[in-house]
């Protein structure tokens, strides 16, 4: 929004609601539209901008922020805290057609990676080693990738990488990575393989076969690839 030198230097609670007003003339909404999107009071918006407050709080920006995808300093005026690295723990793995009793390893089997993580996920990101072939064009085998569970972040959009349970008839789960894509009203889950085990898409609604059921559990945000072992 081109306020990088104002956010530099720090706002005032006037500038602040001037860029609150921008936003919302950006977005093509009002108060009470955004408000509701965002599950916050609407009084406590409009208590701002007439000046009768002089500022909302981090959680409050965090969920007006979220309606339309944009980092929360964005609209709150405050400085944009850098990623930095943060160990996270690997407690598992994905790999295609393998089912098993549970996702997890024993916790003897954990290990770290320290990744840089955006700061709204802090605390929240988790780790799965890839295994097999289902990804290959997009992860090699032992390339970890970085996800948050779906209630930490949004509903998937076409083109995520996200996470997925399959559950089998005999209460087997199997986790996986896919391509999520949604095509006239469908959505769909896409190997991104050179091996032609792993080419057929699969029906997130309708899967077949012995799966039950499908759950997308989380967003894929990153992926460590180690170049050394």
Known sequence: MGLRSDIRGGMTPDQKRDLLRKAIKDFGTN???????????????????????????????AKLARVYNVPSWKISGEAPEPATPAPIWVMGHVQAGYFREAVE???????????PVPPRFKNRARALEVRGTSMNREYKEGAVVIWVPMLDARPPRDGDHVIVYSYSA????????????????????????DDPEFQTPVDVDH????????EIIGLVIGDYRPRIV
Do not use: C
């Not at 390893?105 to 990744?115: G, K, M, P």
């Not at 899967?207 to 499908?214: A, M, Q």
């Open 207 to 214: 899967p077949g076969g012995d799966v039950e059921r499908i």
């Open 105 to 115: 390893w024993e916790r003897s089997d954990w290990y770290d990676v320290d990744v």
């Open 31 to 61: 108060v009470q539209q955004w408000a509701k999107a965002a599950g916050v009071s609407k009084n406590a918006l409009y208590n701002f901008l007439n000046g009768h407050s002089d500022g909302l709080d981090h959680m409050t920006y």
């Open 170 to 193: 005999h209460g087997l789960v199997e986790a996986t990575v896919k391509l999520f894509q949604e095509r006239n009203g469908k959505r769909w889950l896409w190997p991104q393989s």
